[in-house]
């Protein structure tokens, strides 16, 4: 989830630079400091003379250089979620967002043939998912995934509804295939010795779900359920609410993180992307 001196503790008056002894101005040369605006330099040439030019040339310099070294992350200024959202949408598809940079693949949703056989392994697979991710943050192996319990955006409750109902209309319900297994043992893994990558998972999984994942649930209802609305994309209360108290917490247990730990987060937002992707296919198997 870097520190630097504040500027404030720079330009806090000082003495007039009593006893400091400084180089002469042209070793100033050093190229981590940065230019100093010509306007600057006389007026200070005009008010303290010459000696006290070189002393303030060093200030103003090193302050420049310091705000140079404090590089900010796309979204950084409204938390870390922020940060993750922005890394997602960029592995989205031209088509599927205005901030995705991926060519598109296949046929848009909107030209998918699905058929009840697919997506029902494709629901068998979410549900290993969400039962895996359900049991992690339960068990708790780090305390900060205790945070993420009981957050109203669980699905494997609604989800075992839903294939029981498939069930009763005479649908055999499949056994997890490869690539819900290959999830979720992947994902136990991750939460026992990379906190900062599960989370990356949890927040890709539950939101990703809460956005698009309801736009293809529409859409393949109209194709193949006479538009039955499943319990997968049903949740108590509001939804806005509920993804907000889970932004706060997300927010909250990235800010002890380091900035090397919060750029490994982002790092595997696209093993997610790959993951969640080779499930959605499912559905058009």
């Not at 006290?52 to 070294?69: I, L, N, Y």
């Not at 409204?78 to 599927?96: C, I, P, W, Y």
């Not at 490869?178 to 906190?195: C, H, R, T």
């Not at 990356?200 to 939101?207: D, G, M, R, S, V």
Request: overall charge positive; charged content about 30%.
């Amino acid at each position: 989830m870097a520190s630097t001196t504040p500027i404030s503790q720079i330009s806090q008056p000082q003495p007039l630079f009593k006893k400091l002894h400084f180089p002469p101005f042209k070793s100033l040369k050093n190229p981590s400091f940065s230019p100093v605006p010509t306007s600057t330099y006389h007026s200070c040439s005009r008010i303290f003379g010459k000696s006290a030019d070189r002393k303030m040339v060093v200030v103003v310099a090193a302050t420049a250089a310091t705000e140079k070294s404090k590089k900010r992350y796309p979204g950084e200024s409204k938390g870390f979620v922020e940060e993750m959202r922005f890394v997602a949408m960029k592995l989205h598809t031209k088509d599927q967002a205005k901030e995705g940079e991926k060519e598109p693949q296949g046929q848009p949703v909107a030209k998918w043939e699905p058929s009840v056989d697919g997506y029902l392994r494709f629901l068998v697979d979410s549900k290993l998912v969400y039962d895996t991710l359900e049991k992690i943050v339960d068990r708790a192996d780090f305390p900060e995934y205790a945070e993420f319990r009981n957050t109203g955006l669980e699905r494997s409750e609604g989800l075992a509804k839903d294939l029981e109902w498939f069930k009763q209309q005479g649908h055999v319900i499949p056994e997890p295939s490869s690539p819900g297994a290959s999830y979720a043992a992947y994902l136990e893994e991750l939460s026992k010795k990379d906190p900062q990558a599960f989370i990356c998972h949890f927040y890709n999984t539950y939101f990703a779900h809460s956005a698009g994942g309801r736009m293809i649930g529409k859409k393949v209802a109209e194709k193949i359920l006479d538009n039955k609305v499943l319990e997968f994309y049903k949740w108590d209360g509001e939804l806005s609410q509920l993804l907000q108290n889970v932004r706060e917490k997300l927010n909250r247990v990235a800010e002890s993180w380091s900035r090397e730990e919060k750029n490994h987060c982002l790092e595997e937002t696209e093993k997610s992307f790959k993951f969640s992707g080779d499930i959605l296919r499912l559905i058009l198997t």
